[in-house]
């Protein structure tokens, strides 16, 4: 590649290439607070590649490639090469990696203890992470990501994997305006989810981020109607996170073991709520009662 980096975030060592300079000074710069070891073996390769050598120059069109690829997957323009390396980190993380049980979930800790948040893309879990981990006067809470939560299949305790936090439409204003706006990417406007913007965790969040948390509480968030919760049981915690684990299957009997131990001893409950403020409430509310 003619462009390249490394970025680490959590256990996940990246190299990324690029054919074009854009998408790798746009992650340097976003990721510019991370460590860095250049003399670590990559776990994950990432490519941004034009399929024909004009590409790079004639609408420049990215395409995503790998460790792993899926075939079919349409590419991005240049303008979104920010979002297509974003995208390449999530793909070879959610097909490729097996040293933890992955949940596609945010993670907020706290007194060494783990929230998780599992949900359906626009269910919120990200925008409530991101308002937990800003939270002033006392909140104390630890980002821990909103992509990937990673579960050790051995002890059970939630790994960090704070990458860049991906803000979506009505969410980056919300953010943005609690936030220092050094710590806010570029906005990439009209993508195939709607506006995007990035938020740089604060630097204690990516310090911290290989110290494990032990699941505390689960909670799976529904953006919109009345606020309300509902205790959720064993049965269907368990078939939800195995919706959201990319390699449960993969991982086979160890997953198995490291799902159930993981609904038995976390209590759940599902919530809804129609604006962030009464969704952060709940969150507040039911953390409190899970401390007792």
């Known amino acids: 590649m003619r462009h390249r980096t490394r970025i680490a975030v959590g256990p996940v060592q990246f190299r990324i290439g690029s054919d074009w300079a854009e998408p790798v000074a746009a992650l340097e710069s976003l990721y510019a607070g991370y460590p860095r070891d250049e003399m670590r073996p990559a776990d994950a390769t990432v490519r941004l590649f034009a399929a024909r050598p004009w590409r790079r120059w004639l609408r420049p069109s990215v395409h995503i490639g790998g460790d792993f690829v899926v075939p079919d997957a349409l590419p991005l323009p240049l303008s979104m090469g920010l979002l297509a390396a974003e995208m390449g980190m999530n793909l070879q993380v959610a097909l490729g990696w097996r040293r933890h049980m992955l949940l596609h979930a945010s993670a907020v800790a706290k007194d060494g203890r783990a929230l998780i948040m ?4 626009g269910s919120g879990k990200s925008t409530l992470a991101a308002l937990l981990g800003e939270k002033e006067g006392g909140g104390d809470w630890r980002l821990m990501g909103d992509e990937f939560t990673l579960i050790d299949p051995a002890g ?6 704070p990458r860049a936090v991906s803000l979506k439409n009505e969410a980056i204003a919300e953010v943005a305006a609690r936030v220092d706006a050094a710590r806010l990417g570029p906005l990439l ?28 509480l689960l909670l799976f968030p529904r953006f919109g109607g009345e606020a309300g919760i509902e205790p959720m049981g064993e049965g269907e915690a368990f078939v939800r996170l195995t919706e959201a684990s990319t390699n449960y299957v993969a991982l086979g009997e160890a997953g198995f073991a490291a799902m159930t131990r993981l609904v038995r001893e976390t209590p759940a409950f599902g919530i809804t709520y129609p604006d962030s403020a009464a969704g952060v409430a709940l969150v507040e509310r039911l953390w409190a009662e899970a401390a007792r």
């Open 189 to 216: 406007a009209g993508t195939p989810k709607g506006d995007i913007r990035h938020l740089i965790p604060r630097p204690e969040a990516i310090a911290a981020m290989h110290e494990p948390a032990r699941p505390a």
């Open 118 to 121: 599992s949900g359906e893309s």
């Open 156 to 161: 059970g305790d939630a790994f960090a994997f």
